[in-house]
T-cell receptor
Framework: AQKITQTQPGMFVQEKEAVTLDCTYD???????LFWYKQPSSGEMIFLIY??????QNATEGRYSLNFQKARKSANLVISASQLGDSAMYFC????????????FGKGTTLSVSS | NAGVTQTPKFQVLKTGQSMTLQCAQD?????MSWYRQDPGMGLRLIHY???????DQGEVPNGYNVSRSTTEDFPLRLLSAAPSQTSVYFC?????????????FGSGTRLTVV
């Protein structure tokens, strides 16, 4: 069965520091996709970054990068130069065969950025 | 573009009542899905669809029905509401199973069953 594990219920970081949010996954599919979403206190789901299982390079989007370690089945999100507006819940998710074209989510990590 | 529109935004139901949560997208996306979000549980997949006329169950389908008669609409029906269905419900769509553009989510429906 497919599974996403986020082991950090909460993380704290100061402004301008980098932070890594952990995500490990389990799947037997050779082809899968990994996603990170941000959910601020307002509740909307904001897509941040995507990594395909066959992508050779780690994905990057502005201050976000995905540290993809395929052999270790990890897909950690790295946020560089944290900002106060980064305070939110962050979800790691996977698309694979079990869910068809839908997503399986982890339980999330709450990030708090302080000044 | 409106993206993914969910209605209503808030709803209170009595136990045993039925209702339909609406989800519509104007991006011509083939893939649509429903999730529920409960505290500490992340988002869990209820049902999903790969196109008009095709639906399948996700992780937590019991108590919910779906249909997909058009590309644009993917309503979620609660047959007989129970307090355990109190949750925030999200609908999402994508054109190609995600990829570089991800899945687009609606703003959610907060449902309370009393």
């Amino acid at each position: 069965a497919q599974k996403i594990t986020q082991t950090q219920p909460g993380m704290f970081v100061q402004e301008k520091e980098a932070v890594t949010l952990d995500c490990t996954y389990d799947t037997s599919d050779p082809s899968y996709g990994l996603f990170w979403y941000k959910q601020p206190s307002s509740g909307e789901m904001i897509f941040l970054i995507y990594q395909g299982s066959y992508d050779q390079q780690n994905a990057t989007e502005g201050r976000y990068s995905l540290n993809f370690q395929k052999a270790r089945k990890s897909a950690n999100l790295v946020i560089s130069a944290s900002q106060l507006g980064d305070s939110a819940m962050y979800f790691c998710a996977m698309r694979g065969h079990q869910a068809g074209t839908a997503l399986i989510f982890g339980k999330g990590t709450t990030l708090s950025v302080s000044s | 573009n409106a993206g993914v529109t969910q209605t209503p935004k808030f709803q209170v139901l009595k136990t045993g009542q039925s209702m339909t949560l609406q989800c519509a997208q104007d991006m011509n996306h083939e893939y649509m899905s429903w999730y529920r979000q409960d505290p500490g549980m992340g988002l869990r997949l209820i049902h999903y669809s790969v196109g008009a006329g095709i639906t399948d169950q996700g992780e937590v389908p019991n108590g919910y029905n779906v249909s997909r008669s058009t590309t644009e609409d993917f309503p979620l029906r609660l047959l007989s509401a129970a307090p355990s269905q109190t949750s925030v419900y999200f609908c999402a769509s994508s054109s190609d199973g995600g990829g570089d553009y991800g899945y687009t989510f609606g703003s959610g429906t907060r449902l309370t069953v009393v």
